[in-house]
């Protein structure tokens, strides 16, 4: 091959990562800001409600009205409950301060907030504790799962969901089932953005990323990744791979 194919190619491969990093920067600051909408004006305005409705509880109850009185502490137990959710969702939309604790609480909220909102039974397991991974793994680790999730109850229509994660000598994985209707016959020719940003955060952070349909129905989506040790995190600050 010449020299200048491949310069040219070489060209093409940084123009395209570059592009990857633009798209999830975009998408990044997005999310950044509906989580700052959900939280400074949903959970505020909600909260406002929560608060008359406490005030009308204790009115009620204060006047001899059992029936009223009950319905209300049925209405602010019911705000507070969709406040709390709220709130996760804004959570999980927003990445500032992630580290691997909040790795496993926001995976532990993810299922629990599926859920709640979906009908489909979700749960998280966490087979080995993984050390510190720094904020940029953990948050792509947090989208890819994600983004799984939302495929499996949007497209596969699931209503079981497992998300596991677990941590060895050097390595972790990250796995998604389901029990949905699994993939289309020729998936591979038409994936999405959202597969193709689930593999780019894959390959962000050292990993890949696998996408399989188990053996009788359903999808396992699979990223496994390595376990830096603090001096390689720090040499891997400067690569720009972007969160969020």
């Known amino acids: 091959m010449q020299r200048e194919q491949i310069e040219a190619i070489t060209r093409d491969i940084g123009q395209q990562e570059i592009l990857e990093r633009e798209i999830l920067a975009i998408a990044s600051r997005e999310r950044q ?31 001899g009205q059992p029936s009223p009185a009950a319905a209300a502490a049925e209405l602010v137990r019911l705000l507070n409950e969709t406040i709390g959710e709220a709130r996760d969702l804004a ?39 993984c050390p510190d991974l720094g904020r940029e793994t953990t948050s792509h680790l947090v989208r890819i799962a994600q983004e799984a999730v939302r495929n499996a109850v949007s497209h596969g229509r699931a209503d079981e969901i497992e998300i596991r994660l677990a941590c060895t000598a050097g390595s972790g994985l990250l796995s998604i089932r389901d029990n949905g209707v699994g993939l289309p016959e020729k998936w591979r020719d038409h994936d999405g953005i959202g597969l193709y940003t689930m593999d780019y955060r894959a390959r962000a952070i050292g990993g890949s990323l696998t996408v399989e349909p188990q053996a009788r129905r359903g999808v396992m989506v699979a990223c496994a990744f390595p376990l830096l040790s603090n001096y390689e995190r720090q040499e891997s600050i400067g690569d720009a791979h972007l969160p969020g």
């Open 91 to 129: 959570r999980g939309l927003s990445s500032i301060g992630l580290n691997s604790a909040d790795l496993v609480g926001s995976l532990e909220s993810l299922a629990r907030n599926v859920s709640a909102a979906h009908g489909a039974f979700c749960t998280f397991v966490e087979d080995n504790p």
């Open 33 to 63: 800001r509906i989580g700052r909408e959900l939280h400074d004006g949903l959970c505020q305005s909600l909260a406002g409600l929560a608060a008359l409705a406490a005030a009308l509880w204790r009115s009620l109850a204060a006047s």
